[in-house]
């Protein structure tokens, strides 16, 4: 009897082991809602920076910059990532969070990292590869492409960020939120009304 239950205990403590672990989702989000009225982002961002102690923020910008002028952003608040988009009229192109170590050069050099990553995972073929390759093209030639960026800072450091041109909002997570355990996924320049996709039926130009 003591065998048999032997028997039917490592028989479950085996299929523990070997059972695929489940992914849990992030539970906080930086950045707005899917359809989500910008005006009321916009709104609950500014709410978002009241409070004290250090915490996550994503800086969403009114147009895309050069990865030299985030600096004179963000200030000496600490970066985390750059997101990266590269504008192309009526072309759906992939955002890119590239994570920095914080200083200039980081920053400087997230431009790279993000081209080499659309080209290690180009497509096959067609129209996704021909974007992937422009879009890869003009990172490395230096574009204004960045469109955000996280960054870890006090309420007052970021309630500072907002108030500078070219800020368009500053959405900060609540103290207790830790890195890694929250989406992000900032409001783009050209979403006016409600963020969502643009249309993406124009011609891809050549790289």
Avoid: H, K
């Amino acid at each position: 009897m003591q065998g048999g239950l032997v028997a039917v205990l490592l028989i479950v403590l085996g299929w523990a082991a070997v059972r695929p672990v489940a992914v849990v989702p992030p539970t906080d989000r930086l950045g707005p809602e899917p359809n989500e009225p910008v005006a009321d982002y916009l709104a609950r961002s500014a709410e978002s920076l009241d409070g004290t102690g250090p915490r996550w923020a994503l800086v969403s910008l009114t147009t895309e910059i050069r990865p030299a002028e985030v600096a004179a952003t963000t200030g000496a608040v600490r970066v985390s990532e750059v997101a990266y988009r590269v504008p192309i009229p009526r072309v759906q192109t992939r955002l890119l969070l590239v994570a920095v170590p914080g200083e200039p050069p980081g920053v400087a050099d997230s431009a790279a990292v993000a081209a080499d990553r659309l080209l290690t995972e180009l497509p096959a073929s067609g129209r996704q590869r021909d974007v992937a390759t422009v879009s890869a093209a003009r990172l490395r030639a230096g574009c204004a492409c960045v469109v955000a960026v996280l960054v870890r800072g006090e309420p007052t450091q970021l309630r500072a960020i907002a108030a500078r041109p070219g800020v368009r909002a500053v959405q900060a997570l609540p103290a207790d939120a830790e890195f890694g355990w929250f989406a992000v996924d900032p409001l783009l320049p050209e979403q006016l009304d409600r963020a969502g996709p643009g249309s993406d039926d124009g011609p891809v130009p050549p790289a």
